[in-house]
Every structure is written in C-alpha cells, then in structure tokens.
C-alpha cells in the first residue's frame, strides 16, 4: 500500500499502476469538497464512469449514484457442494448435462425470462408505489430476476484444494439498477446546476445531499435494488442446485455465501459517521468472509477480512480490468485464449472475437492481486475453475 497527496485530499492506494484515466478521475474526486479523511483504491481499480472501479469513497452528507455505479447490488454468491470434482461421475455430469442445462434454463446476457416469476421471488418489506423508477420497470423486472447479464457477470464450477466441488456465480440488479442510477444522477445534476454547486459537471461525480428528499428516494431505490440483486443470485443458485440434484439425489449444499461489492452505506470510520460509496469493492470487517473472483480461467479466493482501517474495512471485488474491452478485441489473439483454457480442461464458451473482452489477458494477474492486498484479506479457500458459463 502507497499514500499520496492529491489535490485537496489523501489517497491510500494498494495498485502498482494507475493509468491516465483512472488518474485523471482520482484527481477530480480528491478535488471534490466532502470527501472525509481520504480516498482508497483496491489493487484492482481501474476506470469507470465518474469514480474508477475498485473505489471507495467516503463522503459527508451525500450520496453519489455515478459512485455506486448502475449496477447497483451487484456482488458474488458462492455455495460449496459434499461432491469432489475428482470423481469420474461429477465430471461427467458436469460436462454432458448440468453446464448445457444451466444454458438453456438461465438466460444469459441481454435474454430475460419469456413469462413474469413468481412475486415472492422478489424483495420483500418495501412499499412499492413510493419507489418511483422501482414501480415503472416493476414488471419488467420480473422477468429479470433469475438471469445472469452479460460482460463480467458469469456461474462457474470450481474446486478448491481438497478437490470439492463449488458453484460461483456474479450477477447484479440488471436493467433495474441502471435505470435507478441514471434517473438519479440526472437529478443529481439538476440539483448541482440549481444550487452552482462549485463541483463541475465535466467530472460526472453529480451528488445528492443528505437532507433532500431526492436523498430519501434515492437511498429507498438503491435498497431495493441490492435487495433485487440477491435475490437474482439466490433464484440462480437455486436453479443451479436444483439441476445438480437431478442427477446426484444425495448431493448437499452450504450456506450461502453472498457479498455486495456496487453500493453506499453509513458507517462509522475514524470516529465519524459517514457514507461509504464502494464501487467495484467489498466490505470485509475482521473476521467476515469476502468473495474475491479472478478473471475467465484463473483462481477465484474465499478470504476473510482483516479491519485495515486505512482501506475503511474494504477489498477489491475482483482481478480488474488491465485494458478495455475494445483494446482486448484488437490486440488478443482468440486461438491463445482459447488454447490457455482447453490447456486446463475448463469447460468454456469462447469462441469468437467478441468474446474477448472477457478472456484472462484483458485482467490483471489475480495472484498479484492478492497479494498487493495481504494487508485486507487472508485466503480462505484458493478455488480452481472447471467451467465457465459467461454471460
């Protein structure tokens, strides 16, 4: 970890590099006038919209939507099986029947469901007609819930160490979370030009302070869509767990473990209460069990928290992106890989160009990853992947 002045502000950074993007949108966050104590970078970050991935920003009295990202809710549900992976007729389920069900029956990318699910898949505990975009797209949402989403989102089949059999998968708030940030920061920014708020709109950080009433309705929507994106996970996982035990009647589940990493809170860091905005970052206090994923055919980590104050209890979410997804499709070779993934006998779906902004080459190496974040996390469970299902 490194710290260093910047602008009005101080940045405590646990990435080797920062490109000029990624730069560029650190220093006009620390240029921001209610950013408390310092702003913190995960080993992953990389730039977003507004504020980069990998994240985490503290603010006194506002909310950022742009600092939450659109995918609000967004996070990984992990669940550890009594099977082992070394077992001739797990793998032979896995490669002939469970991955192409789990094809056919999960829509992936831009594919909802044909027919509305069931309402009591649904977040529960909210009063609908007062969340005006969560009432608009509420049926439409309910052919979301249960689908995966493109880029990044994926449902791997992975081993640890011992050879036991986990299913992984990351997926967020779909369309819903999207359609909540963007409302609410085109508010934020009607509110900002309103008030000549001295925070320029060039750097997409519009913001929502606490005492207004589009704080109120935007803090109640951003709840409802973390709350939507578990459950998208949870019916996955179910569906998932349903198919293994169609062909493994004795086969037995964990608990679910499932963590948020696109959100804003209110918690209390060097004696002041305060709104944490993570982005691409999740909270691990001491002793609390994270999920960190690699990229497409690399180690995936079971951690547990280790209360670094410095990084507000904070780790990064993944491996982090090290080229955008235009620069991967020009200058990654697709028979490569292609080759790295049929090397380790991973079941996988690439195969086309456009399919390489996701391959492992478009990340940043996940071991060094873990390893510039020592201080955050201790590994748990090292998990290996044997198919990959992407969005």
């Not at 007609?129 to 949402?141: C, K």
């Not at 079971?302 to 491996?319: K, M, Q, T």
């Amino acid at each position: 970890m490194k710290s260093f002045k910047c602008k009005n502000n101080i940045v405590y950074c646990w990435s080797d590099t920062l490109d000029n993007i990624t730069r560029k949108q650190v220093e006009n966050i620390c240029a921001l006038p209610f950013v408390f104590h310092h702003l913190a970078l995960m080993p992953d970050v990389h730039a977003g919209v507004g504020m980069p991935i990998g994240g985490v920003l503290p603010t006194m009295d506002v909310v950022i939507p742009n600092a939450v990202g659109t995918d609000i809710g967004s996070g990984m549900c992990a669940v550890k099986t009594n099977f082992r992976v070394s077992d001739q007729r797990i793998r032979q389920i896995m490669l002939t029947r469970v991955v192409k069900r789990i094809r056919n029956i999960i829509p992936l990318g831009f594919n909802h469901h044909n027919i509305l699910q069931d309402e009591e898949l649904m977040p529960q505990g909210f009063d609908i007609d007062t969340l005006h975009i969560v009432s608009r797209e509420y049926r439409s949402a309910l052919k979301q819930i249960g689908t995966l989403g493109g880029g990044n989102h994926f449902i791997e089949l992975q081993q640890d160490e011992d050879r036991w059999l986990w299913v992984m998968l990351h997926s967020g708030s779909r369309d819903l979370g999207k359609q909540v940030c963007d409302y609410y920061n085109k508010k934020a920014m009607q509110l900002n030009e309103q008030y000549y708020s001295i925070v320029s709109s060039n750097y997409g950080m519009a913001f929502i302070p606490s005492r207004t009433k589009e704080f109120r309705d935007y803090w109640e929507e951003m709840r409802y869509c973390i709350e939507f994106a578990k459950c998208n996970r949870a019916l996955m996982m179910d569906i998932i767990q349903n198919e293994f035990t169609c062909f493994c009647g004795n086969i037995q589940f964990d608990s679910k473990i499932d963590i948020i990493h696109n959100y804003a809170s209110i918690e209390k860091h060097f004696g002041q209460s305060v709104i944490v905005h993570r982005k691409g970052a999740i909270r691990v206090p001491k002793g609390e069990i994270g999920i960190i994923p690699g990229s497409q055919g690399t180690c995936s980590y079971i951690v547990e928290g280790l209360d670094n104050p410095y990084s507000f209890c904070s780790a990064s979410h993944g491996a982090g992106r090290a080229m955008s997804r235009l620069d991967a499709k020009r200058k990654l070779n697709l028979d490569h890989e292609i080759e790295q993934m049929n090397r380790k006998g991973i079941i996988h779906n690439m195969n086309s160009i456009n399919d390489l902004d996701e391959a492992s080459s478009a990340y940043k190496d996940i071991d060094l990853v873990m390893a510039n974040q020592a201080d955050l996390v201790k590994i748990v469970k090292k998990l290996t992947p044997v198919a990959v299902i992407k969005g």
